[in-house]
């Protein structure tokens, strides 16, 4: 095998692709903090215990295990970085007030999650602490539509779910809850004859209530078919209330569809939840939702809400960037070119100086004018 192959799903990013991801890392956080929110680095590399904590099955199989050879304990690389930022909240910072923060980094995935992903994707997120409230919600589904706004994305489909309707519904029946992993699998795949199978000994009004997940989908008005035909428990009223309600803060800014079946990252999520979807790619390119636990096992629980994305998935789908003005110079260590390109630089042009004896080849930068040397002054003429 070549020395020069990467592993299956693992790709060099080239300098054109590397800007357009850069620039939407750049954007994005810099709007983060407009809103308040907090940059924090979590470590690459933790103890498996502590990163896998409330995270679910999916990412315990997502992700890379070694032995760390100073402790003897395993370790873990990450492939989410939702938990490593709850532990910061709950058991570095240990603020009683709200929290923001947001993050940007790379994580690693043991096998993609489609066919195209890459298995190094750029996560960029954003997460509220401390706050139970919809306000919460409302707040992380608007920087995430705010977000794909940034990157130019205006046909944007926003999905809505809640955790709440399915835990529910099987609350008071013991069979049920037993299932609950196989429920969540059945529900996701809109698996109806499995579902069929596997609730027969349910009780009846559990049994009719999940056989009818798979078909509530739709625009809003599937709420009020969920109304018609779920049970009238508190969780349910109070889980259909708040995706009605999240679904009008969206309006005129995404279109908006319901999918009570729709349990992705149901292992950890405890209430709304959301994927964003946009031309060109069949998966959500931006998935949130509510995860009020996973502090617990950090010492401290606190609501928690937020959203995350691949910034290489992302920039994928974007057109490539226009290469940008620059300035060909000469190589030379005369003052009076080195203060000229100096001050060039200062007010921001590029300037990039020619190696003796070698063209220059950029995929980034197109050089359309050049300084050079006329009655001993360094002046710049346009290029044809």
Same mark, same amino acid.
């Given at each position: 095998?070549?020395?020069?192959?990467?592993?299956?799903?693992?790709?060099?990013?080239?300098?054109?692709?590397?800007?357009?991801?850069?620039?939407?890392?750049?954007?994005?956080?810099?709007?983060?903090?407009?809103?308040?929110?907090?940059?924090?680095?979590?470590?690459?590399?933790?103890?498996?215990?502590?990163?896998?904590?409330?995270?679910?099955?999916?990412?315990?199989?997502?992700?890379?295990?070694?032995?760390?050879?100073?402790?003897?304990?395993?370790?873990?690389?990450?492939?989410?970085?939702?938990?490593?930022?709850?532990?910061?909240?709950?058991?570095?910072?240990?603020?009683?007030? &709200?929290?923001? %923060?947001?993050? +940007?980094?790379? !994580? @690693?995935?043991?096998? =993609?999650?489609?066919?195209? $992903?890459?298995? #190094?994707?750029?996560?960029?997120?954003?997460?509220?602490?401390?706050?139970?409230?919809?306000?919460?919600?409302?707040?992380?589904?608007?920087?995430?539509?705010?977000?794909?706004?940034?990157?130019?994305?205006?046909?944007?489909?926003?999905?809505?779910?809640?955790?709440?309707?399915?835990?529910?519904?099987?609350?008071?029946?013991?069979?049920?809850?037993?299932?609950?992993?196989?429920?969540?699998?059945?529900?996701?795949?809109?698996?109806?004859?499995?579902?069929?199978?596997?609730?027969?000994?349910?009780?009846?009004?559990?049994?009719?209530?999940?056989?009818?997940?798979?078909?509530?989908?739709?625009? &809003?008005?599937? %709420?009020?078919? +969920?109304?018609? !035909? @779920?049970?009238?428990? =508190?969780?349910?009223?109070? $889980?259909?209330? #708040?995706?009605?309600?999240?679904?009008?803060?969206?309006?005129?800014?995404?279109?908006?569809?319901?999918?009570?079946?729709?349990?992705?990252?149901?292992?950890?999520?405890?209430?709304?939840?959301?994927?964003?979807?946009?031309?060109?790619?069949?998966?959500?390119?931006?998935?949130?939702?509510?995860?009020?636990?996973?502090?617990?096992?950090?010492?401290?629980?606190?609501?928690?809400?937020?959203?995350?994305?691949?910034?290489?998935?992302?920039?994928?789908?974007?057109?490539?960037?226009?290469?940008?003005?620059?300035?060909?110079?000469?190589?030379?260590?005369?003052?009076?070119?080195?203060?000229?390109?100096?001050?060039?630089?200062?007010?921001?042009?590029? !300037?990039?100086?020619?190696? =003796?004896?070698?063209?220059?080849?950029?995929? #980034?930068?197109?050089?359309?004018?050049?300084?050079?040397?006329?009655?001993?002054?360094?002046?710049?003429?346009?290029?044809?």
């Amino acid at each position: 095998m070549p020395n020069w192959l990467l592993p299956e799903n693992i790709a060099d990013v080239l300098p054109s692709e590397a800007r357009k991801i850069e620039d939407l890392r750049r954007h994005m956080l810099d709007n983060f903090r407009l809103y308040g929110y907090e940059l924090v680095m979590p470590p690459m590399l933790e103890y498996v215990d502590s990163l896998l904590t409330g995270a679910g099955k999916d990412t315990d199989l997502r992700t890379f295990k070694l032995i760390d050879q100073i402790s003897g304990r395993m370790l873990g690389l990450r492939a989410d970085m939702t938990t490593q930022v709850a532990r910061i909240d709950a058991h570095l910072l240990n603020r009683n007030s &709200v929290t923001r %923060l947001c993050y +940007a980094g790379s !994580v @690693l995935h043991t096998r =993609p999650s489609g066919l195209h $992903a890459t298995r #190094e994707p750029l996560q960029i997120g954003a997460e509220i602490y401390g706050h139970a409230g919809l306000e919460a919600d409302a707040e992380i589904q608007e920087l995430a539509l705010a977000s794909l706004a940034m990157a130019g994305f205006a046909d944007v489909r926003l999905d809505l779910s809640h955790a709440g309707v399915l835990r529910s519904i099987i609350a008071d029946d013991p069979a049920a809850r037993i299932d609950e992993a196989a429920l969540y699998a059945l529900l996701r795949a809109k698996d109806s004859p499995g579902l069929e199978a596997l609730t027969k000994h349910y009780a009846a009004v559990t049994r009719d209530a999940l056989l009818a997940l798979p078909q509530l989908y739709g625009d &809003v008005d599937v %709420l009020a078919r +969920a109304r018609a !035909v @779920l049970p009238a428990f =508190p969780g349910i009223t109070r $889980a259909l209330a #708040e995706l009605a309600a999240l679904a009008a803060s969206a309006l005129g800014r995404a279109e908006v569809a319901i999918d009570l079946a729709d349990l992705r990252g149901y292992q950890y999520e405890s209430g709304a939840m959301f994927g964003l979807y946009v031309p060109g790619l069949p998966n959500a390119v931006a998935r949130g939702g509510r995860y009020d636990h996973v502090g617990e096992a950090f010492g401290r629980a606190r609501p928690a809400t937020g959203f995350s994305l691949d910034l290489r998935e992302l920039a994928r789908l974007l057109p490539s960037a226009e290469r940008k003005h620059a300035i060909r110079a000469p190589w030379g260590n005369a003052p009076e070119l080195r203060e000229q390109i100096a001050e060039l630089r200062r007010t921001g042009e590029v !300037v990039i100086q020619s190696m =003796p004896g070698h063209d220059d080849d950029q995929d #980034e930068f197109e050089c359309d004018r050049v300084l050079v040397l006329e009655d001993s002054n360094w002046i710049l003429k346009n290029l044809g």
